[in-house]
């Protein structure tokens, strides 16, 4: 940490600052004089200390600049540069989350509605290459009056959809009383972005040992982001999938929200963590999707997240962002191209096609 | 709810889109034909049709626009245009939120830290004309390793400060398992901003009857923000206070939020709900606290929120953009000099002074 | 336009203001009488009406929604939804931007400065692929003090950069009384962002002849876009290229901007203009830049414009975000592996590699 | 300016990078060693160093912290901690801008329409308590189709209407080219929130001697506002007002901008200069201008700018933002009112009412 003094301090008041804070906090401060300012230097394990709180310390002080991170367990130098890898057990085998692995997809509804449609969505999913199931039991939605989710009842269908299709289950938890319950179906849980700083429920889903999709709140820095990951990592569960699903920005006409891109390189030289792109929720329209998703490829996302359903007209939500099964496949196809370019597509799904 | 019609559509295409309208959801459709471009206007109940679902009936639709609100029991006219108030009882009296009483002082701690050292403060708020002691007893922190408050301990004692001083209780719950141990100790259940779309927690503290203060999320539009308070109201408790607490901005140099002063003139003619100002977490910064409680006052907010602590220096959190006592007690005049000019200062604490 | 009428207004009132607009604008309005409210349908030559002085009108109004674009002769359906091309002439043969053609790659140094360090770098982007030069003669610089381009010398460095090369040139006027001087030497005229609504200045390089690449404001819309595009070609000049570079959002830490891409898909609907992606400046990162590139050609950008200089670290600006020659020249492989894929790679360039 | 070194870094080539600092900069390098990162402090005259040309000089600095600002003249410190003033004079004597000063209200027209108009208009702003007129002459307009001003005879109108009404005149200048023209008529000229970064346009207003308003624009920082300021004192012109007229934010349903009102606390800390809010534009709605206008005063500002037309609904601009004179009047005696409680109105005024 870093103190930058006013101009025109008294050297007094530097020392008794500079003593204050070795004896509060047992940190050596080393005095660097400037031309114009002085700035004291913090040796020590500063990572935990407040900035503000030093702030407090004295009138003198213009700024404190932290520069260590706040994060620990999830940043690339805690694994010594190397990235991690989330290994998910599903009916159809093992699937690997990261960036030495082929990209994931992960498909399905909006909202889980009927155990036909979920069985039907999910064995078209499958046939398109896809490796989980994405489907809402327990729906988050700006209005009260809107469709909530079919709750338990979809929470069965996803169990009979997994049995059916062999693909594994990812699904949301809204509610620190629900985890368990959820944490039996699903093979991921997610949190979703308007519980990204819900810190309850993130000490919750880092207590049971389910690898947990993470969603970036739609106003969360990156750096915010990380720190929630690390709330579920630091609770003891390491198995983090980082999800960007579209930030919120000033215009608003086009697009629900503005997909982050970049986010993927930039998240690469902080984390080791696996990242996932949702194109759905990022663009809000269907028509939007595939362009996204291709580009999603291109930055190197480990994972695609992306709505399927049946009949979009007739969805109970989200049905203007979501593909068609037929949709899903024609898009699968074309991701293949560019995944292969880029080695980034599973071999052996390639030579089924 | 009105349907674009995009410029050179077959009139056919247009009486069979009418017609399912009609047929689905039992709604008039009205065509009206414009020089360039087809409207047509849907005619019936159509607050809770989703817009998203109507635009996917047809690729020859341009946009559909939603004229009606999706909030009702927050709306003003639900009130027929008149103002609501809360009433909150407390040792000293009960307590009015609403446009047609005087600005009601909340004051106190971020956190509960010492049972000495919240009993005094909140005697010193008491002294300097406060109504209501806020403390937090459950601190949602963006690092996991930052200090989460003292939980059940430091809701004893916020009942101990109550007793000691007469001043009604508010502090925040962060986890529905929560509630109901909240709502033993306090007189007003506060729902924190990063909480502000848990619909969990929302439909818990809808569903309990102590009043509650719903801050707003800091990239909540105000549309998201009344539906939130609508999800309280409509899960059984009308009592609700909204608090405007700053938003997120692309500026962040100078100020952890920005403040929106101009929420205030716009709620009221849109809610009928009480509305309070948060300075303090609305600047992050104790020297613009004074200055923004007075522009508070000005817009015509129906409570101030401060944060006061006996050291802000050795505060265990928000240390920063806390008042001392001694600082609380000057606003305080400030504002009553700015408050009477406004007829919005109590006469018989104005009486006292 | 479309006229929302608020509830429970008596019918007198909305046939005054019927007759009113009637008699006024000469509009023919058009009233459908709803469940809960009463929306007038505003029929004939709406597209130059300005909604707020429909708003004025009478305080019965609720609202008043545009259904009409603003700009006519950029949109889509101005050319019955085809794209339209511009074709740049340059020494090494004409080069045509639009979603018919190859992708164009525009490269160079963000400001000029020395005639020995364009030259080559002109030659070095010739040799990877580019088919125009980018480089400042005149920069908008933050600060007063900051370099602030080499004006009319650095103009004739880029015409014997243009001269050795063959490569067009592109560079920015920032002031209308240089409009003429820059049209001289420049085969593109660049627009920055700063000065996208700098109306005066769209006027004038809407008077000349040469092509403009208007960039997107930081904060622009993608509405204020299109309209400061319509200034252009309203003035005469039909030639304009739209580049994305970057939007600006709450989170400033990790990128200078965020990167819009899915504005490429958004305006290929609304408008028939090529679109052009800077990942140098969207980014600010060079380490950030190839990856974005890639991404920008899978969302189908037309031409990528790329920051070259031979040391980076030396640059008199923008030195973070610029690839060296071989760098570029590695990233030229990269995205003709994706351009192949996606048939958006020139056919001879790919014969001489 | 701080240089943080990434952790394992070789001591030799910190020593590497510390050698080249001071031979090409001449600056002295302080090594200091802390338990996780080592940081470099450069001790000197930094100010004008590029943090970015910095960064690129090695690949093991993690980041380079420029303690420094960046402007220099418009800063507090420049004046040793004291406000500036402007003085502007006008018909009716000298007008004062600045913090030991009253108010000073500046109203009008967004566009000058006819003389007629502009002469009645500016007599009722001079009875209600304003100093200067507003009136623009040249419009930016987001629309090529929309009315861009009278120009020229605009400017004649206001030079009629100051003589008749003895109000100082306050207008617009968008293009280098008519800087010399609106100078000879107005008192003050006017920089528009969208050429803030318009930086040939502030050094032409910075090399002739009339005072200046420098609006900030829509989605500029505070410092990168601070900054244009200092384009314009740095080209020689001392006489400039800053002028606060809302930013962009995400939630723009209800307000056109938002007012950042805390910005007037913020500036105070950091320049001399004085301050203005525009809480028309702020706002974009007349119904929010009074009570903005109050939390304008209650914050500090040294001048508000409101927009006051005869008949806003025939407005040729802006008209849903503009009150009527009646308005105005009204407003004028309640910002007596508050301005008197804060001894911010003019005493003279106030003896006349």
Chains 1, 2, 3, 4 share one sequence.
Not at 63 to 68: P, S, T
Not at 97 to 121: K, W
């Amino acid at each position: 940490m870093i103190i930058v003094i006013k101009s025109g301090t008294p050297s007094v008041e530097i020392n008794r600052l500079s003593q204050e804070i070795s004896s509060v906090w047992g940190i050596t401060p080393e005095i660097v004089p400037g031309k114009h300012k002085v700035i004291i230097g913090l040796i020590g394990d500063t990572a935990t200390l407040d900035p503000h709180r030093i702030q407090e310390l004295s009138p003198c002080i213009e700024q404190v600049l932290k520069i260590e991170k706040d994060y620990k367990r999830v940043s690339r130098e805690y694994r010594h540069g190397q990235a991690s890898e989330v290994a998910v057990p599903t009916p159809n085998g093992v699937v690997y989350f990261g960036e030495h692995h082929p990209v994931v997809l992960i498909a399905g509804p909006c909202a889980v509605e009927s155990e036909a449609a979920i069985v039907s969505t999910a064995k078209r999913i499958k046939a398109a290459g896809g490796s989980l199931l994405r489907g809402g039991a327990y729906k988050p939605r700006t209005s009260p009056y809107a469709f909530q989710g079919h709750g338990e009842s979809a929470l069965e269908m996803l169990a009979i959809a997994r049995e059916a299709s062999g693909l594994g289950i990812i699904t949301e938890v809204m509610d620190t009383a629900d985890v368990s319950r959820v944490a039996k179906v699903a093979d991921i849980i997610q949190v979703g972005a308007r519980n990204m700083q819900n810190f309850s429920l993130l000490k919750k889903v880092g207590a049971q040992d389910k690898p947990v999709l993470l969603k970036r709140g739609p106003s969360a820095t990156i750096d915010e982001w990380l720190m929630a990951a690390e709330y579920i990592v630091a609770a003891g569960n390491p198995n983090v999938i980082l999800c960007e699903r579209g930030i919120r920005t000033f215009d608003r006409q086009y697009t629900r929200n503005l997909l982050d891109l970049s986010a993927v390189p930039v998240l690469r030289s902080l984390t080791h963590l696996p990242i996932a792109i949702d194109p759905s929720h990022g663009t809000g329209k269907s028509q939007l999707v595939p362009t996204m998703a291709k580009a999603a490829m291109a930055v190197g996302a480990d994972s695609l997240m992306i709505e399927v359903h049946p009949n979009p007209a007739k969805a109970l939500s989200d049905g203007p962002q979501s593909l068609t099964p037929d949709q899903f496949e024609a898009l699968s196809k074309e991701l293949e191209m560019v995944g292969k370019v880029l080695n980034r597509w599973p071999q052996p799904v390639a030579a089924l096609v």
